[in-house]
């Protein structure tokens, strides 16, 4: 299914060709919680309503949660990897700071 909730942020570069962070950068697949309709949560790292985060799906895309908040920005992120045996853990390439994980 084709989501549609990531969108491209333009910032700065409003004037120019290309958007300083594309609509979604990084997806992962990991283990859903317990009683969850879908076999895996989907974590993105990507744009919603003009935020730039780490975003959580356990209903395949229908509604999201930001992951990190303002404060934890990890100097963003290039990668994501989700537990595929715990729900909610998910590790995470900050730019220059090592791997990262949280649950």
């Known amino acids: 299914t084709k989501l549609s909730t990531f969108a491209p ?50 209903d395949g895309g229908v509604t999201w949660r930001r992951f990190n908040d303002d404060k934890h920005q990890f100097g963003g992120i290039s990668h994501l990897a989700a537990d595929q045996s715990v729900p909610g853990r998910l590790y995470m390439a900050g730019s220059g700071r090592g791997i990262l994980f949280s649950y």
């Open 9 to 58: 942020f333009w910032g700065a570069n409003a004037e120019w060709s290309f958007p300083e962070i594309a609509g979604a950068t990084s997806i992962a697949l990991g283990k859903a919680p317990a009683g969850a309709k879908y076999s895996a949560s989907v974590y993105v790292t990507g744009v919603v309503n003009g935020v730039w985060g780490v975003y959580c799906s356990d």
